[in-house]
Each structure stands twice: as C-alpha cells, then as structure tokens.
C-alpha cells in the first residue's frame, strides 16, 4: 500500500487549501485514514481522521476551519483548510492504520504514511 499526498503551497493567512491523499496498492474502503503535520522542531501531530463508516474525528486546533473527506470510489481522502492561521504552517502527512479507540491520534498506530507536503502560510 502507498499514500501519495498533494495540494500543500503558499498561502496567506485566511486563505485556503484543499490537500488530495491517494491509496494506491490496497484496499482503503475500510481503512482508517487520517492527516498528521509536523512544524520544524515539533512533534508530528494529528490534524483530522475518517473511518470507513464515515465518522470523522478533527483536532481542537483546526477544528470549525477543516474538513476530511473520503472519497471511496477514487480511493482518495482530502482535507479542506480554511481561514488558514501562519500556526497551521507544516509539513502534512497522510497515514493509514487501524482504528484505535482513544489512541487515533497518536502516529505510532499508523504503519503507511505518504511522503509529505507542505503548507506554508504567511501573516
């Protein structure tokens, strides 16, 4: 199984960004997916995940300004990134793994990630 991430960019704050994570390789229909981002000298930090089922989970941080979304057909999960803060500013990761029950937010349940992409938000 690969995850392949795109849509991260430069962008000013407000603004919005739509980032696109394809499962290739694998099943990914019953799957749990989700969106991790990692800021330079921080530790990698769940964004936002999706079951099967289509039950979504948001962090705090972002939640009110980002969506998750699957597209099972497409194999494809995405994250809708509006009003856009400079603190949202890291490298977004797509990973796949089981579902976990109160631990879905920690990376080390995860065993496929995507490469990476960046978002860069300027104040």
């Known amino acids: 199984v690969q995850l392949q991430a795109s849509g991260g960019g430069l962008v000013q704050a407000g603004g919005s960004l739509r980032l696109s994570c394809v499962v290739s390789?694998?099943?990914?229909?019953?799957?749990?997916l989700a969106w991790f981002r990692q800021a330079p000298g921080k530790e990698r930090e769940f964004v936002a995940g999706?079951?099967?089922?289509?039950?979504?989970y948001i962090a705090d941080s972002v939640k009110g300004r980002f969506t998750i979304s699957r597209d099972i057909a497409k194999a494809m999960v995405n994250l809708e990134m509006n009003s856009l803060k400079p603190e949202d500013t890291a490298v977004y990761y797509c990973?796949?793994?089981?579902?976990?029950?109160?631990?879905?937010?920690?990376?080390?349940?995860?065993?496929?990630w995507g490469q990476g992409t960046q978002v860069t938000v300027s104040s």
């Open positions: 999706i079951r099967s089922n289509n039950m979504k």
């Open positions: 990973a796949r793994g089981p579902f976990v029950v109160g631990r879905y937010n920690d990376p080390v349940y995860y065993g496929v």
């Open positions: 390789g694998g099943t990914s229909s019953s799957s749990f």
